[in-house]
């Protein structure tokens, strides 16, 4: 049996750093991307040109080196990741990890993160990985840029954490009933069915909603404006978890789900609690439809 040859290298030297392809891996190495560099920057869009002509799966941008950089080498950098999202998102950018946080000491690639936030403009797939190592593609990054629009992230895996958080705990609250003896109803009844209804589309808007709570949703919301009759309009922040977690608690719709099942459960585990709760906040939302027939009629006058 012939043993199969390994992968081949190849380096060259360009003006901007250096090129060093292993299979179809290929790494470039950037010093420095500013102003007072225009030929560097010309010479390393140029090689990146070059190397995206070949068959290279990642292209990996190994900005560890790099000693200071500018509106020149930015421009650089977003160019060549529009291109990469039309081209099965082929560039990777390698950073060493932030060191620190402040203006004095802060990282050129911290400068280039923090002005393409600021800008708005997508700064393509960043890796945080330590100085001297490589990054590589997943499947599931792939499938998750790929389902994404350009500057928009979709955190498609912590999508998938919360659909599995959910599944676990309503899936454990029923063995724990089957434990403790209490049997499930055969079917629901009319009346519970209205009650916890109400009571489901009260609490989301409460947790979702509410001037009050809006303190659970700061760490993964930002507020944006007053939306009237006590409640706010926010948007999700972050990425990954913090962003799904974000989009689920500024999404009455979505946090039902988690609310209706909480309280199906509690209904069986404990029925005269559960209805004497819930015809708390039936009571509240009959309240604010009259608060609003109220003022309605008042404006009319």
């Keep these: 049996m012939k043993r199969r040859p390994g992968p081949t290298r190849q380096a060259v030297t360009a003006g901007c750093g250096q090129a060093r392809r292993e299979g179809r891996r290929l790494a470039l190495r950037a010093r420095a991307l500013a102003a007072d560099a225009i030929a560097t920057a010309a010479e390393l869009e140029a090689e990146l040109l070059r190397v995206e002509a070949t068959d290279a799966h990642p292209i990996v941008l190994d900005l560890s080196a790099l000693e200071f950089i500018d509106t020149t080498g930015i421009r650089v950098i977003l160019k060549a990741d529009a291109r990469s999202r039309a081209d099965a998102h082929r560039l990777v950018l390698c950073a060493p990890a932030p060191a620190s946080s402040t203006p004095a000491t802060r990282s050129p690639v ?23 190592t490589m990054a590589t593609s997943t499947p599931i990054r792939d499938v998750a840029e790929a389902y994404a629009p350009p500057g928009e992230e979709r955190p498609l895996a912590a999508y998938g954490a919360l659909i599995g958080a959910f599944g676990t705990a309503l899936g454990g609250s029923l063995v724990v009933l089957r434990v403790r003896g209490r049997e499930l109803p055969e079917g629901p009844r009319w009346g519970d069915l209205v009650l916890l209804g109400i009571t489901t589309h009260k609490v989301s808007r409460l947790l979702t909603k509410d001037r009050v709570t809006s303190f659970v949703r700061a760490p993964f919301t930002r507020y944006q404006e007053a939306a009237g009759h006590g409640e706010v309009e926010e948007q999700p922040r972050g990425s990954g978890l913090r962003l799904a977690v974000g989009e689920l ?49 008042e404006d009319q006058v």
């Excluded at 923090?114 to 700064?123: D, F, L, N, S, Y």
């Design 110 to 132: 911290e400068h280039l993160r923090r002005t393409c936030r600021e800008t708005g403009v997508p700064a393509g797939p960043w890796t945080g990985t330590p100085r001297g």
């Design 249 to 297: 608690l500024v999404c009455p719709f979505c946090v039902a789900q988690w609310i209706a099942a909480g309280l199906a459960v509690s209904l069986v585990a404990a029925p005269r609690t559960t209805r004497f709760v819930a015809g708390i906040y039936v009571a509240e939302t009959i309240s604010d439809v009259l608060q609003l027939a109220y003022r309605a009629a």
